[in-house]
T-cell receptor
Framework: QKEVEQDPGPLSVPEGAIVSLNCTYS??????FMWYRQYSRKGPELLMY????GNKEDGRFTAQVDKSSKYISLFIRDSQPSDSATYLC??????????????FGTGTQLKVEL | GAGVSQSPRYKVAKRGQDVALRCDPI?????LFWYQQALGQGPEFLTY????????KSGLPSDRFFAERPEGSVSTLKIQRTQQEDSAVYLC?????????????FGQGTRLTVV
């Protein structure tokens, strides 16, 4: 079993919909949680970064972390066709040194249709 | 440069051939990571450098894989005697790692196809 589980999709939604993306993890040593967006044939780019349990909002994006359930979510409001990409959850155990290496989920492929 | 630069972008190798993949990190970034991303999967950690020191190579899948960063800047990932299962996108990431500035920036990757 992988340390980080993520539904690969694909997920198809109409423009303007609220999108919910989720990951679960098994290792309680993970302390820092990230969401990356990856367009086709590009490298991942950081969208959201959270440390503690709770919510963090940035524009149309909200990240939630529930450490007690080992569950993280990303919500996208008013989704746009330009949001069509693969969304990767990632987590790490520390801030520096070897703890900085990321463990990724499989990625969820999202398509926002006009 | 403005971002992490990887070359070549695409590489086709015949099975058994040796390949070398280059990563130019963001100037001044202390940490450098290599990840392998198979089709339809998330990136998997390969190895980590802090300056020129390779501190973690636990993700390298076999002794055919070798990475170096001799002057603490540019890094090269070398794969000897390539096999079909080595076909993947190889991503390089770098981070500054000072204080709270620990965001990892990724390059566009090198897509390796072994035929």
């Amino acid at each position: 079993q992988k340390e980080v589980e993520q539904d690969p999709g694909p997920l198809s939604v109409p423009e303007g919909a609220i999108v919910s993306l989720n990951c679960t993890y098994s290792n309680s040593a993970f302390q820092y949680f990230m969401w990356y967006r990856q367009y086709s044939r590009k490298g991942p780019e950081l969208l959201m970064y959270t440390y503690s349990s709770g919510n963090k909002e940035d524009g149309r994006f909200t990240a939630q972390v529930d450490k007690s359930s080992k569950y993280i979510s990303l919500f996208i409001r008013d989704s746009q066709p330009s949001d069509s990409a693969t969304y990767l959850c990632a987590m790490r155990k520390g801030l520096t040194g070897g703890g900085n290496k990321l463990t990724f989920g499989t990625g969820t492929q999202l398509k926002v249709e006009l | 440069g403005a971002g992490v630069s990887q070359s070549p972008r695409y590489k086709v190798a015949k099975r058994g051939q040796d390949v070398a993949l280059r990563c130019d990190p963001i100037s001044g970034h202390v940490s450098l990571f290599w990840y392998q991303q198979a089709l339809g999967q998330g990136p998997e950690f390969l190895t980590y450098f802090q300056n020129e020191a390779q501190l973690d190579k636990s993700g390298l899948p076999s002794d055919r894989f070798f990475a170096e960063r001799p002057e603490g800047s540019v890094s090269t990932l070398k794969i000897q005697r390539t096999q079909q299962e080595d076909s993947a996108v190889y991503l390089c990431a770098s981070s500054f790692d000072r204080g709270l500035n620990t965001e990892a920036f990724f390059g566009q990757g090198t897509r390796l196809t072994v035929v």
